[in-house]
């Protein structure tokens, strides 16, 4: 969708959106594709993302591809980050 996704809730499955907002409380068990993602609650899965915003609090299992990282406080990403290349 070319719209924001906010969630507060428990989601499975993928989310493809515009923006995504996991908020706190917030549960993705999935994989996200979105240009940009904030995140204060828990992601399993994957993302591709532009541009991530990583708050304190945050939690991600998986692979992250992203341009632009942006980390605030303290998270705990257990994830493999790949920065994605220009073309």
Do not use: P, W
Not at 42 to 50: C, E, R
Not at 54 to 69: D, I, R
């Amino acid at each position: 969708t070319d719209h924001t996704i906010q969630i507060h809730g428990t989601v499975n499955g993928d989310i493809n959106a515009e923006t995504v907002i996991i908020g706190r409380g917030g549960n993705v068990i999935g994989n996200v594709n979105t240009k940009v993602l904030f995140l204060h609650g828990s992601l399993k899965g994957n993302a591709t993302v532009n541009t991530v915003n990583v708050f304190s609090n945050a939690k991600m299992f998986g692979t992250l591809f992203y341009k632009t990282l942006n980390i605030t406080g303290n998270t705990g990403l257990e994830c493999k980050l790949e920065k994605k290349k220009d073309k």
